[in-house]
């Protein structure tokens, strides 16, 4: 990086700054992934850049040459690529700087930003998209040092709190909507081979539903599937056949646009009566359910929101408890991030943050929370100050503090 100065930056679209039809258009399946790591990184102004993209979310993670616009950076992909104009839809999109991006990827990490609070399936999504970073190399020095510190910070989260203890994620959900709308001997069709498809017919063969039909693109993945849940297997171009038996259908695939239409289930619910539930986890989603007769339920990822309090009660009570590691984790993540350029304090940087985070914790009991908000601030300007002074002093004597260890 040459001493060059740089700014950390996130920005995205989730599925709290807009809905399904909204985010669907700036959806980038993973396969598309290392084609806009490459696209966005052969940018002057990109030192640095990961990608995740979940059904939920959309975020690049971008490490800039100080003075870099990054909305300008995204969009310029987006017409690529897309020939679509995100300019139009700015306010949708959420940025983050510097301590701002290591606190929210903490809280993505944790299942604190999801729809379902405490899931746990974005931690190995995350996980998965730093790899693709790191297989083709766009993951800089402080990419590098922020996804591990939010690696710690999603595994502490998990194991000194009940959030994600009990391995909450929407593909969970989506299976107790199942069991409590459908009969065991009913037949459910599974359309898409993926984590969530998984975890569908996992949850339901051990609850003892028996009859279960899968449907991909490529057969033998669905046949492998078929073969472990007793099931049956089919192409997706002849998804209509199992159709005409199936009560639910769920699906969740990447592709990149519709793959069942109404006319086409309409037809099939005349004739058989089914499907009566469908559940679409999709983004884009699987299913165009204009039209489609109103006696079949459908419930999107929105509607699957109805169906969430009921988890989130018991585990609201450690919420206090994950947001003070992450405080803590942001605060140490700034101090490294402010100071890893300098050869001299870089090495102590997090371990100064650290005492100085310890020593207020014990002071904690000790005085009133607007004093401890004085503290915290009165700490950090002195430990900030005793750095700066040092770093001058080195400089002007000419001491070689890496030597000395």
């Known amino acids: ?72 950076l995204i969009n310029s992909y987006f017409l690529e690529k897309r020939n679509l104009d995100a300019c139009k839809k700015k306010e949708l999109f959420y940025l983050y700087r510097d301590k701002g991006v290591a606190k929210h990827l903490f809280h993505v990490i944790a299942g604190l930003d999801s729809m379902l609070l405490g899931e746990y399936q974005v931690k190995g999504q995350i996980k998965e998209a730093y790899s693709i970073a790191c297989s083709h190399k766009t993951a800089d020095k402080i990419l590098h040092k922020l996804f591990h510190a939010a690696f710690r910070v999603g595994k502490s989260i998990r194991n000194e709190t009940k959030i994600g203890s009990g391995k909450q994620s ?38 003892g539903f028996s009859h279960l039909i899968f449907v991909n693109r490529t057969l033998y993945k669905a046949e492998e599937l078929a073969e472990k849940y007793n099931g049956l297997a089919f192409s997706l171009d002849r998804v209509e056949e199992p159709l005409i038996s199936t009560r639910c259908i769920f699906s969740c695939t990447g592709a990149p646009g519709f793959i069942l239409f109404p006319d086409s289930v309409n037809s099939i619910y005349k004739k058989s009566g089914s499907p009566k539930l469908i559940i679409d986890m999709a983004v884009p989603r699987d299913i165009n359910t204009n039209g489609l007769i109103k006696d079949i339920e459908v419930i999107d990822l929105e509607g699957l929101k109805t169906f969430l309090k009921k988890q989130e009660e018991e585990i609201t009570l450690d919420l206090d408890k994950a947001e003070k590691i992450i405080s803590v984790e942001a605060n140490v993540f700034e101090a490294w991030n402010d100071s890893h350029k300098d050869e001299y304090l870089g090495l102590f940087a997090e371990k100064a943050e650290k005492m100085r985070l310890q020593l207020l914790d014990e002071t904690r009991l000790h005085v009133l929370d607007d004093e401890l908000a004085l503290l915290d601030k009165f700490s950090h300007s002195l430990l900030h100050r005793v750095k700066s002074t040092i770093s001058q002093a080195i400089l002007i004597n000419g001491f070689n503090i890496k030597e000395e260890l």
């Open 1 to 72: 990086m040459n001493g060059e100065e740089f700014q950390l930056i996130v920005i995205g679209i989730n599925y709290k700054t807009s809905n399904i039809s909204e985010r669907e258009a700036f959806q980038i399946n993973r396969k598309e992934i290392p084609d806009a790591l490459k696209f966005l990184h052969a940018m002057d102004d990109v030192e640095g850049i990961v990608v995740i993209s979940t059904c939920n979310r959309v975020e690049f993670y971008l490490v800039l040459h100080q003075n870099a616009d990054p909305f300008p």
């Open 170 to 207: 929407l593909s969970g959900i989506a299976s107790q909507v199942i069991k409590e709308k459908v009969h065991k001997e009913d037949v459910v069709t599974i359309i898409g081979v993926n984590q969530n498809t998984k975890i569908i017919a996992e949850n339901l063969y051990k609850s």
